[in-house]
């Protein structure tokens, strides 16, 4: 019998009803080798424009690169050779930075979780769509910094592979085939939502 190499849809165990984009969306390595478009790519990014952000200061900042383009190979240059393995089939990769500071240049300690929200909208948004991510932290951001011409105060914190789900699974390198068939999992609510104090035992279970 021929193996399923590619997957679409993962288990999701989930204990309350919550929205299916939420449910149903999960982080592959291998993608459709269907082209994602420069327009739906910008859909993504509307998405994510409309996220609040701490005093309306957006400190976001997105580079993108379609594959086959010069853009898409100084992306992927700045990735980690673990992230290169699998992400050099992704459609279109993404660059994430924030400005560390606000305007009158003290830090802004809220940036990376604005640009968390950013992402988290582009993600929503994107599974609407039919399209998937996988965000990664592992690139060289002091390269990836350099290359894209960042000033001193922004941070490149994350690259995104972004692309359709169903791509063949026995194209990823043998250790990341499991996982891309494994079940999704999370742990409980009672070891991090406290009605009360913080219970750092709860946490570390
Ligand atoms: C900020 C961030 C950094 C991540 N870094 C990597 C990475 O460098 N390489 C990788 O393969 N996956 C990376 N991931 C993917 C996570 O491992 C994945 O989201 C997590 O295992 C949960 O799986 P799910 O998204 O399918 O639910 C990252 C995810 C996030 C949000």
Same mark, same amino acid.
Request: glycine share 6%; charged share 25%; with cysteine.
């Given at each position: %019998? ?5 997957? &679409? ?14 449910? @149903? ?8 080798? %269907?082209?994602?478009? =420069?327009?739906? #790519? ?10 609040? !952000? ?16 010069? %853009?898409? =190979? ?14 050099? @089939?992704?459609?279109?990769?993404? #660059? !994430? /930075? ?20 950013? %992402?988290? *909208? ?26 894209? @011409? ?7 914190? &994350? /690259? ?10 026995? !194209?990823?390198? =043998?250790?990341?085939?499991? /996982? ?14 406290? *009605? ?10």
């Amino acid at each position: %019998m021929k193996k399923n190499t590619s997957a &679409t849809k993962k288990e999701t165990p989930t204990k309350f009803q919550i929205l299916p984009e939420i449910k @149903n969306r999960w982080s592959p390595r291998a993608f459709d080798d %269907m082209p994602i478009s =420069d327009n739906e #790519l910008k859909k993504l990014f509307e998405a994510g424009r409309w996220a609040p !952000s701490s005093n309306n200061f957006q400190p976001w900042a997105i580079i993108y690169g379609i594959k086959g383009t010069e %853009m898409y =190979d100084r992306i992927f240059d700045c990735l980690v050779e673990f992230n290169q393995g699998w992400a050099k @089939n992704a459609p279109a990769l993404v #660059l !994430s /930075a924030f400005k560390k500071t606000n305007p009158k240049g003290e830090e802004n300690f809220h940036a990376l979780h604005d640009l968390g929200q950013y %992402m988290a *909208n582009v993600a929503i948004q994107a599974q609407h769509n039919g399209i998937a991510l996988h965000q990664m932290a592992g690139i060289d951001y002091e390269k990836a910094k350099k290359e894209f @011409n960042f000033p001193d105060d922004f941070h490149v914190a &994350t /690259a995104t592979a972004i692309g359709y789900y169903g791509g063949d699974i026995s !194209s990823l390198p =043998d250790d990341l085939q499991d /996982a891309e068939r494994g079940e999704r999992k999370r742990k409980e609510q009672s070891s991090f939502v406290f *009605n009360g104090d913080f219970n750092e035992e709860k946490f570390n279970q």
